[in-house]
């Protein structure tokens, strides 16, 4: 199955700093990275994503970023806001036995400070 | 996001009870899929289903059962071999392509007293 490094586990910054969370994986048949986000008690919801065509793709202050070569991703967030405040989660979907499962990154803890 | 309907919310489990939990979906997605979710923790796939009938392990199944005899529905049960059950269950659901997204239900609380 794919494995998922997700950096760093916990990201502190000042409003208005960037942030930036990468994900590595294994898988190189993987093409599709999208990224997640979870608040406190609520569920994952879908912020980015990316296919495997495409290097790079925003949304206002969201970013994502692809090096397929290297096997990693990025989330790239700039002007951090409190309400950017969560979990943030990567997981690529690989192949196992011959579907396209996702599997998820550890989660990164994202903390911006007013 | 609203297409994915689980319960309940909160529940608590003796020590020796199985208990299941319901997970709707109203997409027509083919996929369906449990997570197990530990304070602090990532999401850990217990099972999951991409055709009526059938059903594939994941990397946690152990303790836990499933069965898919609707489109709509894929309920988990949690028995009394799972020995530490308490934790945060999410169900999700996505078309069968690969490129497609995974939309999660509001998720179950269960605890063990």
Known sequence: ?114 | DGGITQSPKYLFRKEGQNVTLSCEQNLNHDAMYWYRQDPGQGLRLIYYSQIVNDFQKGDIAEGYSVSREKKESFPLTVTSAQKNPTAFYLCASSRLSSGNTIYFGEGSWLTVV
């Open chain 1, 1 to 114: 199955g794919e494995n998922v490094e997700q950096h760093p586990s916990t990201l502190s910054v000042q409003e208005g700093d960037s942030a930036v969370i990468k994900c590595t994986y294994s898988d190189s048949a993987s093409n599709y990275f999208p990224w997640y986000k979870q608040e406190l008690g609520k569920r994952p919801q879908l912020i980015i994503d990316i296919r495997s065509n495409v290097g790079e793709k925003k949304d206002q202050r969201i970013a994502v970023t692809l090096n397929k070569t290297a096997k990693h991703f990025s989330l790239h967030i700039t002007e951090t806001q409190p309400e950017d405040s969560a979990v943030y989660f990567c997981a690529p979907r690989g192949l196992s036995g011959g579907s396209y499962i996702p599997t998820f990154g550890r989660g990164t803890s994202l903390i911006v400070h007013p």
